[in-house]
């Protein structure tokens, strides 16, 4: 297609007339009795094990806040979604309640916050006997301290936590003192708005090539006086609190802080400051800063990088200069950071893409190159003892990732491969190392003797089994001393007592809620490939009911097949509370496709069947309350050369689609002519698509969806071509451009504040319209207040009946499929 067309065919999309269909619902609406009793049943709490592994906070979650707390005013500013009346983020998360548990003997107390408090996440002090967490007030952040032994808990006065950069809490080395960024004392009223504009918003390019990702233009500044108001509440002063005392003593002056961590023996802090000039193409992270040390005094004494403003990185790129910068936990004060060497651009051909650099204190000294990387830099582990290090590096387009460590001390010493492996690769994966918290407070790879732990997730073709495997450091061999039994998903959680083989596990039975258990490790014995070395007996330390008995009676199996061309596949069947063998449902089909460069990995079996069922996010098993089957996550891999994976993804769409619907039917459970198909973000893609594309489904609901690809010129999802080097393939998988092929049912639903940059709500906005001027079937819904994920109770309860309705209308009770023509 040509460009002109291509502009003409933009135009007409752009010129449709949005219509109202008259009599359509504008209050919240809520779904049926069962499908409210079980979303508004509790779920269960979030543990937050302390860093000795003895206490544990039990916090509860608010899964569906309120719509008022949504439609607070809400500035939109560099990347960050600011409320201005208490320097916060909008739409955070927060908890209702905290739990003290004593791991030991599995007691509970309560503890007791402000009744009806709006609590953070608690930050636990290195040595496991206080936390700090923040309260998320109507006017203000308020910093609060606990004591687990007291179970005392009270506000330190005078501060004012300023969140909306981030690094807002941490607990300085020594235990006794935390370090906090405060809204500063005389910051002043905000920047009034000016009563006439100072002149237009002018922004200038000068032919210089470098675009960015779509992905980076997200609420960017849009005129001086955006600016101006990032710049006010931004602002924050670093200040020093000490717990026992309440004693608050600023550090250095205000300014826009981001990034900063105190050194391991908390003499220095490393600070990033970020200072204008602004951009309005990109977000603040890409701004202009400062990289300092300062003092215990807040004083500037060696100034490690100026780093400009970087507003044209290449996509999937990273910035030139130094960055990444991280200090070495077992050392005093010694900074690390990344370079690339490649202009921070994939595409180019040289030998190594990034470098690590160390310098130590007094820092007057020049930066030592410690290590160079093949391909990109993707960050380290740093081993507890001696000068133990785990550099990590991938290659996005191949999807590859390596592991080498290094001895810092004798840094003439080659790294040493450790993992050589696939991004795709589930079943051989080696699990993640096990951390342990050092008295300073830095997060390090435990080391017990000449070994260290790992914890993964343990794929395999018959479902997830997670592992805790022993690898000893010299000779790379591991041994498996746990895994999680056939009929349950356990996974281990942290270390109780490592010399005496206790652990902390999270299990869960399709029978039993997820659980807090001390397992403890027994006698060795013989054991197949992968399995066990180890005997293990368990207690349990908490005990949570059942809130919704009623699932207990959903059943689940994993359901194995093959696409037309031969990869393997999988997902997992669905079926309702006491669901009579032979008996053909309607069914709901729930999919996000993914990339992968083998089709070996592309059909590796994700997940378990062995999970406690719960219903919410992303609500599309709520349809098994309703007598639907629900065929859920059925792969649709994407394989291909990374370069242009997309040029193939419709027939491999729909290919895999029509696969899973041929054996879900073959099953014999799966009503064929009573299919609807849904899915969020680039799952809505797929939805979208297969309405056009194929004629498997009676009916979609495609939610946050992004459909004219024009729209996201500089890249979406893994396609790293721009629109002007693949406008065949932005154009083809675009499901605006092919409108006029969805002749059956389509519910489009959309947060009116999505902040994502590929999927603007003015998408599912345009293609409703092409629906309708092509005379299509569609329905539109905008949840006011709403981001690319919902969370207010009353969205929630509408979004569960709006696609009720909507699949009982098209796909349960349809009539008998015509012919299309």
Known sequence: MNCRRIAVTLCLCFVLVTGRQAGA??????????????????????????????????????????????????????????????????????????????????????????????????????????????????????????????????????????SILGDELQWMPGQATLLVKGVPEALGPAPAPPVAPRGPNIQETAGDKGASSTYEVLDVLKSPYDEDLFEYYATSQLMRVEVASGRVSPLGKPALLADVSPSPDGQCILVQTIHRPFSYVTTFERFPREVDVWDSTGRVFHKLASIPLADRIPIWGVRTGPRDFDWRPTESSTVLWAEALDGGDWNAKVPHRDRLMLLKAPFDGQPTEIVRTEQRFNGRWWGEKGGLAFINEVDRIKHWTRTHTIDFRDLKALPRLIWDRSTDERYKHPGYPVFKTLPNGFRVVQQVGESIHLSGTGASPDGDRPFLDRMDLKTLKTERLFRCERTAYERFAAWYDVDAGGFLTRRETPKDPPNFFLTTLGKTVVAAEGEATRTSTRRPITDMPDPTPILRRITKRLVKYKRADGVDLSFILYLPPDYKEGTRLPAVLWAYPLDYADPKMAGQVEGSTQRFTTLGWPFHLFFLLEGYAVIDEPQLPVVGDSNKIYDTYMEQLVSGAKAAVDKAVELGVVDRDRIGVMGHSHGALMTANLMAHSNLFRAGVARNGAYNRSLTAFGFQNERRTLWEATDTYVKVSPLFHANKIKDPLLLIHGELDPNPGTEPVQSVKLFEAIRGNGGTARLVMLPFEGHGWRAVESTEHVLYEIVTWFDRYVKNAAPRMKRQ
């Open 25 to 162: 619902e504008s209050a919240y609406q809520r779904p049926s009795g069962k499908v409210l009793e079980v979303l508004r049943a509790p779920h269960a709490p979030y543990g937050f094990i302390n860093p000795t592994h003895d206490r544990m906070i039990l916090a509860t979650p608010v899964d569906y806040p309120p719509i008022r707390d949504l439609a607070q005013p809400m500035l939109r500013l560099a990347g960050v979604r600011i409320v201005p009346r208490n320097h916060g983020i909008h739409n955070e998360e927060y908890l209702s309640a905290y739990e003290l548990v004593n791991v030991a003997d599995g007691s509970r107390r309560h503890v007791n916050t402000p009744k009806g408090a709006k609590l953070g996440y608690p930050s636990w002090s290195p040595d496991g006997k206080r936390f700090a967490f923040r309260i998320i007030g109507t006017d203000s952040m308020e910093l609060w301290v606990g004591e687990s032994d007291s179970m005392e808990v009270r506000q330190i006065a005078g501060v004012r936590v300023n």
